[in-house]
């Protein structure tokens, strides 16, 4: 059985998704100190103007040193209504938008008080997508890089770091984007991106 340690990710990047995909076992940290500007609480998709990252604000508590587990999300400003807007415009004409769109719409209507839960169902509801539903665990607590025998992936995926620390940026190949006649193919973007553009309900 392949088992897998990740960090927790707000639509993560399709690498990130490849790794859950391949694995049988999946399980997210839920117990590290959080890490400001990271895909815990962002996502990179491709728009008009290029590669966009949108953000989840969160509350800052006791900032570096508070458990991801503890982190709420900050809704003082309407960022999911700016978020669907950003995707409807960057997607809306791709292939499969219109398939998928009503079953990811919730994420940007209902709101969920930590952002570790909202991005777990993010990512189920993913997975579910991919017909790879129920593989997911939440760690019980932290453990320092090295401790797991399994593939331990929790920070080898970073927005400053396209290349993933050695993973595929493009795992599933090179695919037609939107804006492809614009910027070329661009990798190592949310899951987002791959599932409308490219993915077969």
Known sequence: M???YLTTAYFGPCAYF???LQSDLVFIEAHEHYEKQSWRN??????????????VPVLEGRG????VKDIRIDYHQNWQKI????????YRHSPYYEYLIDDLMEFWTVKADFLLDYNLKITERILRLLKKAGCIRLTEEFQKP????????????????????????????EYHQVFSDRFGFIPQVSILDWIFNSFKI
């Open 2 to 4: 392949k088992e897998v």
């Open 18 to 20: 490849y790794e859950i």
């Open 42 to 55: 962002r996502c990179r998709i491709i728009g008009a103007n290029g590669e966009m990252d949108l953000s």
């Open 64 to 67: 570096l040193n508070q458990p």
């Open 83 to 90: 978020h669907f807007k950003s995707v409807e415009s960057a």
């Open 146 to 173: 090295g401790f797991y025998e399994a593939a331990d992936l929790r920070y080898s995926f970073h927005p400053k770091n396209k290349k993933s620390a050695g993973l595929d940026p493009a795992p599933f190949g």
